[in-house]
């Protein structure tokens, strides 16, 4: 069984609200493929095998196809992080294009409100497959959590890594 598959079951045995898809097709938009090229392989197949993946205190979600789709019901955007950074970067053309040079490396896979807002994200850029962890109010100002997907789960499952 792979990490993927673990976590999933894991997180259904600790009370996560997550709903499988079992068609395992996954579609993303060609603005989100386009933009982000070296999406890692496990990932794909990570959010191909799950709609949706929330926190017991809903608090804390994985970012699944339907919200990089831009069609999920859920009140945050994808991108919502890069959104309020660009938001406070108004009037600034060059730190907006900074901003969104940033983004362009780093995809988002897991937000969370618990204690204020952080994310977690896939380093498309530096060290490729890499997750790292930002937070507010600099959210581009990050820290690497693990080397891979697989870690990450991993860490998860042994409650290393908090969500």
């Known amino acids: 069984m792979n990490e993927c598959n673990k976590f999933i079951n894991w997180a259904k ?13 996954l579609e993303l938009n060609d603005e989100l493929i386009n933009r982000y090229v070296k999406i ?7 959010i191909g095998n799950v709609k949706q993946c ?3 205190n809903e608090k804390t979600w994985f970012i699944c196809e339907d919200e990089y789709n831009d069609v999920s019901d859920f009140a945050f955007k994808w991108n919502e992080f890069e959104i309020l950074s660009l938001e406070a970067a108004e009037g ?12 362009n490396g780093y995809l988002p896979i897991v937000m969370s409100v618990e204690n204020g807002y952080s994310f977690y994200a896939i380093d498309l850029k ?3 497959g890499a ?3 930002g937070c507010e109010p600099e959210f581009e100002e990050v820290e690497k959590v693990a080397q891979t997907l ?4 991993e860490l998860i499952m042994l409650e290393k890594i908090e969500l």
Request: proline share 4%; aromatic share 18%; glycine share 2%.
């Open 13 to 25: 045995n600790n009370g996560w609200k997550v709903k499988e898809n079992f068609e395992i097709k």
């Open 131 to 133: 997750i790292l962890k």
């Open 92 to 103: 600034d053309e060059k730190w907006k294009a900074e901003i969104t040079e940033w983004w």
């Open 126 to 128: 530096n060290n490729i």
């Open 40 to 46: 890692p392989i496990e990932y794909k197949e990570f």
């Open 54 to 56: 929330i926190s017991p």
């Open 150 to 153: 697989d870690e990450f789960l």
